[in-house]
C-alpha cells in the first residue's frame, strides 16, 4: 500500500473502528481484590515456608543480611509449588542488560520421569543460578564473542512474580546478570552495590543521632509519562516505528498553547486502557496511584508510590512492558520516546528519591520544624554537596539521544544540574549560616470563603524547572528521561550520596559530640562547611530562563548540553575512583558502561538518520513530484484555454524539491564520512556536530512540503491526526 493510502485508510479504519470495551468484570472483582495474587510476597512466603527457612530469608529482603544458600531448595520447591498453582510451565530469570530493556530466558519445569510421562523439578540450584549467552548483550568489551558465559543469579530481595498470557503462566525470576569473571553485564547488579555502599555510610551519620541499626534504603518512586498514538497511524509511520519518534512533522494548527489537555477529562478510551493497566500492576504488587492527562495532547503520566531502590527499578521496567502490552489491546501504540513530537511537551520520567529505615523514617522528612531537625539538616546538606560535586555525573547518567532532545527546551529541566530548596529551607541555611534565626511557625492557607477549611501550606513552592528539587520529603530528579530504566540514576545518586554522607560522617567523628549541644553545634559547622563551599548550586529561580544559563556559568556550574559532551564524564579518574571505593563499579565495569552507551547512541542516531533518508527518498519526494506534475499540469491546462495564472506555488515547490535532493544528498555524504571517524568519542561528536544538524536540515524541508502539498496525496499521518485520540 502506499504511504498516502495507509495515511487514508488509517483515517477510515479510525473512523469505522467499534469500540474498545474491556471483557473484565470490573463489578464482581474490583481492582483492589487483586492486589498482589500474583506475586511470590512475604505473606506467601509465610504460608509455604518452614518457619527458620522464612526468618532467615525475610532477614536478607528486609534487613540486607546475608543470604543463606542452604534454604534454597526448600523456598525452589515452595515456589514451583505456588507457581504451579498458578497455571506456570515454566520459569525465567529476568534481567536488566545495559541495554536498558528487559531481558528473560525461559525453561521448563517439566522433565521427562524415565516411565513414559513427565515430573516438574526445581532446584534450589536452578533458583540461583542461571546461564544465559554473555557474549551477544552489550558489554562494552568486557566479553568477546567467543567469551560467551554468563550467569543469572537469583535477586532475593525482589520478589518473584507470574507473568499471565492467554495461553499459559510464566514464573518469573528477578536476577542480577554477570560475566563468568563476575563483572556487572546490567542495570541491577550496581543497584545493589551501591544500595549496600549507602546503607553504610549512613549508619556512620545515624549513631550520632541514636537511629542507626536497622537497614537504611534508598526509595524512588518514577513518574512515567507516555503518549499514545492509535495504531492504524503508528503503523503508517516508519519512523515511529522503527525509532519511536517522528522524524517529519509540521506543527499542528492546535497545539497544547490552550493548556486544556494538561489534568483535563481523561478520554474513555484511555481511562478503560488505564483501569486494565493499574488491574495488571495491581496483581504484580506495584502500588500505581496516580494517573492523569498531562501536558500535551495525547500524553499521559502514571505514578506509583515509592519503594525500596532495587524494587522499584524492577517494577519500573515491568511498568513499561504493561503499558505497551495493554495499549495494543486497546488499538493503541505507547510511546515512551523523550520527544515522539517536535514542538509539543516531551516525556520524562521523574524520579522521586529518598532514604531511610524503620527506625530513622524518612531520613529527607523535616518535620513541622526543619530548622531543629538536626538529623534531616545533615542528610539534606549532604545532598547539596552531593550535587554540587558531580553535577556532570548526573548529567551523564540521563544522558542518551533520545533525551537530548528534551533537556533544556521548556518543558524540561536544563542540562545544568542544580537544587531547588524552596523559600522556607532556604532560610534555614541562609539563618544557620548567619547566625540569624527563622520562624518555626507553619504557614496556612486561607481562601476566604468560610465553606473552604483554612489549609497547612508547605514549606516550598513546587519548581517544575529544577532538575533537582525537593518537594517536601524527597528530591525529585528531573532530568530522567521517559524511556530510560532509573538505574543508572539510583546508582549515581545512591553513589554520590554515599561520598558525601562519609564526609558528613568524618566531620562529626572528628569533632566534639559528647553531649547534644555539642552535637548541634558540631552539626552547625558542617552545615557551615559545605554551604560556603557548595551553596552556588542551589537556585530558587526560573531554570527555562536564559538568564539562569548565563548565571550557571558565572557560578561556575557545568552545561554539558548533548549525550556526545556528558559521557566522557564516565571516564574521568574521580568517578572510576568513587565508584571503585565504594565497590559499586570497577574500573573496567564503569569503562564498559561508556562504550556501551556511546555506541547506543551511535546506533540511535545511525537507524534515525537511514530513515530520514529512506522517508524523505520514497515517501516524501514521490508524493512532492507528483503535486508539482499536477501544479504544472493545470497551469498548462489553463495556459492551453488562454488562461494565464500564478505559477509561485509551484516555483516554490519545485525549489523546495531542489533543496530535498540537496538535503538527501549531504545527508548521504555525512553518513559515508561518518564511519571514518577514529574512535567512540569522534564519533559521537561527528553525529553531534555535522549529522544531526543535516537531519534537521531535511526535516525543514519535508516539514514545509507538508504544508504546501494537497492534503490527498502527502503520505504520512499528520501531528494533527495523530495527536487527538478518538
Known amino acids: 500500500m502506499s504511504g498516502n493510502a495507509a495515511r487514508l485508510n488509517a483515517i477510515h479504519s479510525i473512523a469505522t473502528a467499534p469500540g474498545y470495551e474491556s471483557t473484565i468484570d470490573y463489578a464482581g472483582s474490583p481492582t483492589s481484590s487483586v492486589w498482589g495474587e500474583n506475586v511470590f510476597s512475604l505473606n506467601e512466603m509465610a504460608q509455604r515456608l518452614p518457619k527458620a527457612i522464612f526468618k532467615s530469608l525475610k532477614n536478607t529482603i528486609t534487613s540486607g543480611e546475608p543470604l543463606d544458600i542452604s534454604t534454597a531448595d526448600a523456598v525452589a520447591e515452595a515456589m514451583k509449588t505456588w507457581a504451579l498453582s498458578k497455571g506456570a510451565t515454566h520459569y525465567a530469570h529476568v534481567f536488566y542488560p545495559l541495554t536498558g530493556l528487559t531481558a528473560e530466558k525461559h525453561d521448563s519445569f517439566f522433565d521427562p520421569d524415565g516411565d513414559g510421562g513427565t515430573i516438574a523439578t526445581f532446584s534450589g540450584t536452578a533458583l540461583i543460578q542461571g546461564e544465559p549467552d554473555g557474549s551477544s548483550f552489550p558489554n562494552g568489551g568486557i566479553r568477546q564473542t567467543f567469551e560467551a558465559r554468563g550467569y543469572t543469579i537469583w ?3 525482589s520478589p518473584a512474580y507470574i507473568i499471565e498470557n492467554p495461553n499459559g503462566t510464566t514464573l518469573c525470576i528477578p ?29 556512620r551519620v545515624l549513631k550520632f543521632f541514636g537511629t542507626d541499626g536497622p537497614f537504611v534504603s534508598a526509595t524512588a518512586g518514577a513518574e512515567q509519562e507516555y503518549f499514545l498514538v492509535d495504531n492504524n497511524f503508528f503503523y503508517a509511520r516508519p519512523d515511529l516505528l ?5 522524524l517529519f512533522g509540521a506543527p499542528p494548527p492546535k497545539g497544547q498553547e490552550f493548556d486544556d489537555h494538561y489534568f483535563g477529562a481523561i478520554p474513555e478510551r484511555v481511562q478503560s486502557f488505564m483501569f486494565e493497566v493499574e488491574r495488571e500492576c495491581f496483581k504484580l504488587g506495584i502500588p500505581t496511584k496516580t494517573r492523569h492527562n498531562e501536558v500535551a495532547p495525547g500524553q499521559f503520566e502514571i505514578a506509583p508510590v515509592y519503594e525500596y531502590a532495587n524494587i522499584a527499578t524492577d517494577h519500573q521496567q515491568m511498568i513499561m512492558t504493561i503499558l505497551k502490552k495493554v495499549a495494543n489491546k486497546y488499538g493503541l501504540a505507547c ?7 517536535a514542538g509539543v511537551n516531551g516525556s520524562g520520567k521523574h524520579v522521586n528519591f529518598s532514604m531511610g529505615s524503620s527506625k530513622a523514617g524518612n531520613l529527607f522528612d523535616p518535620g513541622d520544624t526543619p530548622a531543629e531537625n538536626a538529623q534531616f539538616l545533615v542528610f539534606c546538606t549532604a545532598m547539596i554537596s552531593a550535587v554540587y560535586k558531580h553535577a556532570k555525573l548526573l548529567r551523564a547518567v540521563v544522558a542518551s539521544a533520545s533525551n537530548d532532545h528534551r533537556l533544556g527546551a521548556n518543558e524540561a529541566p536544563p542540562a545544568i544540574l542544580s537544587i531547588f530548596l524552596g523559600d522556607e529551607l532556604n532560610d534555614v541555611f541562609e539563618a544557620i549560616v548567619s547566625g540569624g534565626s527563622v520562624s518555626a511557625k507553619k504557614a496556612t492557607l486561607n481562601l476566604g470563603v468560610d465553606v473552604i477549611p483554612t489549609i497547612p501550606k508547605h514549606s516550598g513552592d513546587r519548581n517544575r ?42 566531620y562529626l567523628e572528628g569533632a566534639d559530640t559528647s553531649s547534644p549541644e555539642k552535637l548541634g553545634t558540631a552539626v552547625e559547622g558542617y552545615i557551615k562547611t559545605v554551604w560556603a563551599e557548595c551553596s552556588t ?3 530558587n529561580g526560573d531554570g527555562y530562563s536564559d538568564e539562569w544559563h548565563a548565571e550557571a556559568e558565572s557560578r561556575g556550574l557545568p552545561n554539558l548540553k548533548t549525550t556526545a559532551d556528558a559521557l566522557p564524564v564516565l571516564l574521568e579518574p574521580k568517578y572510576t575512583e568513587l565508584f571503585g571505593k565504594y565497590g559499586i563499579l570497577s574500573e573496567r565495569e564503569l569503562h564498559s558502561r561508556y562504550e556501551v552507551y556511546a555506541e547506543q547512541y551511535i546506533a540511535s542516531v545511525n537507524v534515525e538518520s537511514n530513515l530520514v533518508v529512506e522517508i524523505a527518498k520514497t515517501v516524501v519526494f514521490p508524493a512532492a513530484i507528483r503535486y508539482q506534475g499536477e501544479l504544472a499540469l493545470s497551469l498548462a491546462n489553463l495556459k492551453a484555454v488562454g488562461i494565464e495564472a500564478d505559477s509561485e506555488t509551484l516555483k516554490k515547490i519545485t525549489a523546495l524539491i531542489a533543496d530535498l535532493q540537496s538535503g538527501i544528498a549531504d545527508l548521504e555524504a555525512l553518513k559515508a564520512a561518518e564511519h571514518s571517524q577514529g574512535d567512540v568519542a569522534a564519533h559521537t561528536l561527528f553525529i553531534k556536530d555535522e549529522v544531526l544538524p543535516q537531519m534537521l536540515a531535511v526535516r ?19 501531528f494533527q491526526e495523530m495527536l487527538y485520540i478518538k
Open 155 to 157: 535477586d532475593v530481595t
Open 175 to 203: 536476577t542480577a546478570f554477570v560475566s563468568w569473571t563476575g563483572e556487572a553485564l546490567d542495570k541491577k547488579t550496581p543497584v545493589l552495590r551501591s544500595m549496600q555502599a549507602l546503607n553504610e555510610q549512613t549508619q
Open 242 to 246: 522503527a525509532c519511536g519518534r517522528t
Open 335 to 341: 510511546l515512551m520516546h523523550e520527544k515522539p513530537f
Open 465 to 506: 524547572t529544577s532538575p533537582m528539587a525537593f518537594t517536601g520529603n524527597r528530591f525529585e530528579f528531573r532530568a530522567v528521561g521517559s524511556y530510560q530504566s532509573i538505574a543508572g540514576p539510583m546508582v549515581a545518586m545512591n553513589a554520590i550520596m554515599t561520598e558525601a554522607l562519609a564526609e558528613a560522617a568524618t
Open 537 to 539: 548550586v542551589v537556585f
Open 700 to 718: 525543514a524541508t519535508v516539514d514545509e512540503l507538508e504544508s504546501m502539498v494537497a492534503d490527498d496525496l502527502w503520505p504520512l499521518p499528520t
